[in-house]
């Protein structure tokens, strides 16, 4: 293909690599892409004075409390009026039970990052305030931008395309809503400006972030200098035993620190 007009000659200037997209899409260019995805965003923060921010991991699941109250009373008025297979009933009745208790991690969620984004713009010096970011996608990341929006701030949203669940949130701000092929830019750019992240209940997505992100700061591949704070309590003690890890000995008693 050509990219110029014709030549004095007739002939056809061949066309420039940096606009072939057949190539820049090819297991050729990958490296390409890579770096892309590493220096689009650290320009468009640059631009935008953004040099700090507070992380929200969690389940993209998760469901806002009165979205999970329709789904518990629509699941309840089914088995009452027996409408349609009972065990199908009863296991979706059960899951909405679970998704309506898991909902409080939701609006909780929203509240933290309105109200670090409402300590944030108070902060007199722009360079010093801190943005909101989440992973983009619904559940607790829609949660986040959610509820810095409702504070009137900006926030970050660190997309990633996935075929499931990831759907970019209303919430996040446009011109800094992000999207990533590759997990592990995405995981940089998640931890590089981070000063605190706070780790609500997840799944396999969650766990693989907030344990990438803890081995950092234990080897110190990454400065020591950001807030861990896992939500829920009741949600972590049973799902992870960090205690155990200290009693076999694959951790140490200051690595829980």
Not at 33 to 48: M, N
Not at 99 to 126: G, K, V
Not at 183 to 196: N, S
Request: aromatic share 12%; proline share 6%.
């Amino acid at each position: 293909m050509a990219d110029e007009k014709l030549g004095p000659e007739g002939l056809v200037r061949p066309q420039k690599a940096y606009k072939n997209l057949a190539f820049l899409n090819s297991p050729d260019a990958r490296t390409i892409r890579v770096l892309c995805e590493f220096l689009e965003p650290q320009a468009r923060l640059d631009r935008l004075d953004i040099r700090h921010t507070v992380v929200f991991f969690g389940s993209a699941r998760t469901l806002p409390a009165p979205e999970a109250s329709e789904r518990l009373a629509k699941a309840k008025t089914a088995i009452e009026h027996a409408d349609g297979d009972l065990d199908t009933l009863q296991r979706e009745y059960i899951l909405a039970q679970h998704a309506h208790h898991m909902s409080r991690y939701y609006e909780d969620a929203a509240a933290l990052a309105e109200r670090l984004t409402q300590w944030s713009l108070t902060l007199p010096n722009p360079e010093d305030r801190f943005v909101v970011c989440s992973g983009g996608g619904p559940g607790i990341m829609e949660a986040a931008n959610r509820g810095a929006k409702r504070a009137g701030g900006d926030s970050i949203g660190l997309n990633i395309s996935l075929p499931h669940e990831q759907f970019p949130n209303p919430y996040q701000s446009p011109e800094l809503a992000f999207e990533f092929h590759y997990f592990f830019i995405r995981k940089f750019w998640f931890v590089h400006l981070a000063r605190a992240i706070v780790v609500f209940p997840g799944g396999f997505g969650t766990c693989d972030e907030f344990f990438e992100l803890v081995t950092l700061l234990q080897t110190g591949k990454a400065a020591n200098n950001r807030s861990v704070i896992l939500y829920g309590s009741d949600f972590w003690n049973e799902v992870v035993d960090f205690d155990a890890m200290v009693r076999w000995g694959v951790i140490s008693p200051e690595d829980l620190n």
